[in-house]
């Protein structure tokens, strides 16, 4: 019906009053309530950061301190084969000196040198061989007496000494060897000596012939 009216104090809009009086404003609008929770935010926010970095050094720290205290290699803790005892002591000296020679083969039962005052190691007083050793050729002149002596049992290795009037001429070693002929070389001067003579020869030329008296040669 016309002419309606509301309860007095409340307008709508266009001038018009709400039941209940005029509407109240909401206390999140207020100034201050904004600050307090715009300060409440920044504080929160700054704890959340604070620990986060407190978490991040404490992990780095954890880790440093792992890597400080790890455990030493095995190769460390392992334990080593005992040295082998050094038993150099015990063993007797390496003797690296020449074997010495053999002893010479024993003359062959009832052997005889058909040359006066000689045998198998040559002449009695002299030349005679050295040691052991035994002739290979044993001769004697006029005026000389020859021997050709084999070291030990090295078939093939001799040396040769003899003696004229008495003197001993020097010992020569190698004297070559063809068949019964021995040839002793002394620097320029060669002494052949066959079962039949000694040849005296100096650079090249003979100087003095000595027919042998008696020889053997083995």
Known sequence: MSGQQFPSG???????????????PSPWTSPAVLIAVIAGLVVLGGGTAGAVIYVNHSNSSTEADSSDTAAPSDDGDRPQPAPAPDDSSDRPPIDDSPA?????????????????GADVHGFSGGPRCNGDDVAVF????????????????????????STADGDASPEIQYPARSGDTFVATNGNTDYIVSTSVLRIRVDGKVVQTEPMVQSWVD
Do not use: D, F, L, M
Not at 101 to 112: H, I, L, M, Q, S
Not at 143 to 157: E, F, H, I, L, P
């Open 10 to 24: 409340h307008q709508y809009s266009g001038g018009h009053q709400y039941p209940g009086g005029p509407r109240r």
């Open 100 to 116: 010495p020679n053999p002893p010479p083969a024993p003359n062959p039962p009832g052997r005889t040198i058909p040359v006066s």
């Open 138 to 161: 044993i001769g004697t002149t006029g005026r000389s007496k020859v021997v050709v002596c084999q070291v030990g049992s090295q078939r093939g290795r001799n040396y040769y000494k």
